[in-house]
C-alpha cells in the first residue's frame, strides 16, 4: 500500500453504554492514538436512564464524533439520515479503515463505508444477537442481514474461538478465513484492599456474598437470578450494574422477602474493591460472547460459578460451569462454592498476571494494528486507494 505515516481510522458504536463494547472501543481509540494512528470515535445515543461512559471519553487526544440519531431501536427515518451523516462523516475524515461496534452501527456503518469508498472494513462481534435476543421471524431477518453485512467487510472481529465457530458455521454469516479472533483487551482493575465494599453494603468481613456484574438487561437474566436466590440459605448476592430494569429488579426483591440479601449499589466505576470483597462471580447470561466480568474475575483471583455459553469456558477455565438455564443446579452449585468462601480464603487470593497480560488492553490495541496493516496491504492485484494518503 506504500508508505502511509498515519493510519486513519473512523471507529463507530451504536452507544456508549456500560459494558465491554464500549469499554474496548474506548481503549482501541486511545491506546491506537498514541501508537501512530488517528481515530475518531463515532458514537450513537443511550436511552434515557442507562448509564453511560462518556466520562471515560473525555480523554486527552480522543476525538468523538456525537450521532444522536444513531440509537439502538429501528426507526426509519433516523436510521436514514444517520446513514448519509455517517457518509458524510467519512468523506471529510478519509479514513483508511472502518471499524464497528455492536449491531446497528455494524450495519449503518458498513454500508456508509462502502458509499463514502472507504479501503478497509471491520467489524467486531462482540457477542450476537443470533439467540437468546428476538423470535425466530426476527431472528431469521437479522442473519439474512448479516450475511449480506459480511460481503462489505474484510474482516470480523470475535473475541474467542467459540465464537468464531458460532460466526461462520453454526449460523454461516462468512468464511471462516474471514473470521479472526482477537481476545479482548481491558483496562483491567486495580487489585485492592478488602473492605471498603462490603462497607458501603453494611456486611461484616465473614458473610458470604457473590455478585453479578453485567448491565441490567433481560438477556444477563438477574431476574431469574435473583429469583433461583431463595435457594441459597444465608448467603447475600451484590447486583453491580445498571439499567432500565433495575427498579424492577429491587421491587422483585423485596416482593421475595430477599430485599435484605440481594444488594444493588448500581454501577461501580472502581471495581478493584469490589472484586477484593467478592467470594463468588456469578455469570448467568441467555448468551454471552466473551464475558468481561468473567476475566476480571479470574485477573483478581475470584471464583466463579457460571452457566456454560458461548465462550464462558473458553475465558474463565477454572469456572464451576452449569447448563444454561439450570437454575437449581446453579444454586447448588453457588451454595457448595460458598460454603468454602471466608475472609482468609479471600485475603489468601492473589492477582493472576498471566491472565492480565492475555487480556490488557496494550495487547489488544498491537493485535488490531497489525489486522489493519494487513487489510490495507494484502490485496496486490487491486492497489488500494489511501484517501489523502
Known sequence: MGEVRVLRVLRVITRLNVGGPARQALALSRLLNRDGFRTVLTVGSCPVGEGDLWAEADAPGLRIASLPSLGREVRPRDDARTLAALVGLMRRERPHVVHTHMAKAGGLGRVAARLAGVPAVVHTYHGHVFRGYFGPRATRAILAAERSLARLTDALVVLSPSQREEVAVRYRVAGRGRVRVLAPGLDLPAPAAPGAFRARLGLGEGVPLAGIVARVAPVKRQRELVLAWRAVEGAHLAVVGDGPGRGGLEALARDLGLDGRVHFPGFVEAMGPVYADLDLVVSCSAAEGTPLALIEARAAGVPAVAMDVGGVREV????????????????????????????????????????RRAYGAERNAADHAALYREILGRRPGQPVRRPGG
Open 316 to 355: 474463565c477455565p477454572g469456572a464451576t460451569l452449569v447448563p444454561a438455564g439450570a437454575w437449581s443446579e446453579l444454586a447448588r452449585a453457588v451454595a457448595a462454592s460458598l460454603a468454602s468462601a471466608g475472609p482468609e480464603a479471600r485475603r489468601a487470593r492473589r492477582p493472576d498476571e498471566e491472565v
